[in-house]
């Protein structure tokens, strides 16, 4: 006994302790090049297709060694990528397809072994096999010698069966629930759009307006305004033109006008990743602003990098300001915009995120709001090609169209969006922290199922210990046969 497994704790009785390898054959998938994949033949399943149902398939137009092959039942772990979303075990049940690398076929005797059982505790267990991963920034993976040498605990095979069953019953009414929780995030993923929307097309102001009709003068006066306070700052500067044509824009309130945000600016740049990259980042020192900082909820500052005060002089252009826009240029995340608070009086922004500072004559936040509602990402995403835009320049962003309110009605249509929002935040904090306890709910019954405490047990089922002597009788006889089957054939030469 090894000293690793003098430090475990005792079995419930009938359990065994047992390696993965000696239970388990695993078949890694086949590397199939970007130049095999095509448009139409068996499906190829890859680290995505395991964890998202919808994540598109590529195929292969030509038959492959047997071991490649997939059928529904089969037992899968996906062993390399990011540890939060690629490790885990799978019920493969979408058809015949061939099996990608990075995946693991688990290959079990199925007399002996619960297959359910088995992946219920991997996933159970993949925390561990996690910390026996290799990898650098974010990617990982466990080599098939770590994983087969993992020891797992195994019941008696009737055992197997209930505390499966068991599982399945208690994560089904889980899923119910998750599912409902799901909905309703969707649910309001789509009302603050339509929030956005109305607000943006006047809707949320219609009533105020009525009310305000002497009080309120109209956004091409706030324009001419615009102009003439810049005038002084443009001799010598290129513009973008005046704003073109609008009639395939929604018709605005007559006191609101459609301006582009080139007319309202005076400021657009973006940093840049200090030489070094992340080795120059410190714990402590001026917050630095990445893409992943920026959501259409706001700065999410947790992550922050820092970079030194010197650093931070050094790029000096793209010092923010309270007050300043952000919006995210390149990247996945591109489109999503936020802006600076007074409580954030000094940071600096990465290439990946556009400044955009205006005048006293935008509130921020109006400007912000209207990049991630509809009508902003529409223009965000739009390109002359029909493809998905994968950034945006200085002259894009200056030409995105904006909506243009009057000041004091910009400031009531912020003031009705977080009127709105709050009541859907309050929703998706309760969402949230039900779907936080749905999966600690989930880890507590896989805790109980393994430790022996969620079924009760039966004096007469069969020790898991006999389990494992006929599968070990049955692995070395296969073993005899093929080596047999080798001496046949002449080819036992290459072996020895």
Known sequence: ??????????????????????????????????????????????????????????????????????????????????????????????????????????????????????????????KEYVGKAHGTAGLAHITKGKFENSLITLPPFNEQHRIASKIEELFSCLDAGMESLLKVKTLLKRYRQAVLKYAFEGKLTEEWRKTHKDQTEPAQKLLEQI????????????????LAGTSNLPAL????????????????????????????????????????????????????AHVTPQMHEDMKRTHTQPNDVLLNITGASIGRSAYVSEELPEANVNQHVCIIRTGWWLVPSYLSHFLNSTYGQAQIFSTQSGVTRQGLNYVQVRNLRI???????????????QETYSVACEIENIARQEIERSERLRQSILQAAFEGKLVSQDPSDEPAEKLLERISKKREKQQVNFKKSLEDTGLMRYVE
Request: glycine letters at 8%; aromatic letters at 10%.
């Open 227 to 242: 102009k003439q306070e810049q005038e002084v700052e443009l001799v010598g500067k290129h513009r973008e033109p005046p």
């Open 1 to 126: 006994m090894t000293e690793e497994q003098y430090s475990l704790p005792e079995l419930p009785k009938g359990w065994a302790r047992v390696k993965l390898g000696n239970i388990s054959d695993l078949i890694n998938g086949r590397v199939f090049k970007p130049s095999e994949w095509s448009s139409e033949g068996v499906p190829i399943i890859r680290i995505q297709n395991l964890n998202n149902t919808e994540a598109e398939f590529n195929y292969c137009s030509f038959e492959v060694e047997g071991k490649y092959v997939v059928n529904n039942g089969q037992l899968l772990f996906g062993w390399s990528g990011t540890p939060e979303t690629s490790f885990g075990a799978h019920i493969w049940n979408r058809g015949k397809a061939f099996l990608n690398q990075h995946i693991f076929k688990v290959e079990i005797d199925q007399d002996c072994i619960d297959k359910i059982f088995l992946k219920h505790l991997l996933n159970h267990n993949v």
């Open 403 to 417: 909506p243009l309110a009057p000041l004091s009605e910009q400031k009531i249509v912020v003031e009705r969006i």
């Open 253 to 304: 309130p007559e006191t609101w006008v459609w301006t582009t945000i080139s007319r309202l600016e005076t400021f657009i740049g973006s940093g840049i990743t200090p030489k070094g990259g992340k080795r120059v980042y410190v714990n402590e020192g001026v917050p630095f602003i990445r893409s992943q900082n920026v959501h259409p909820d706001g700065l999410r500052l947790k992550d922050v």
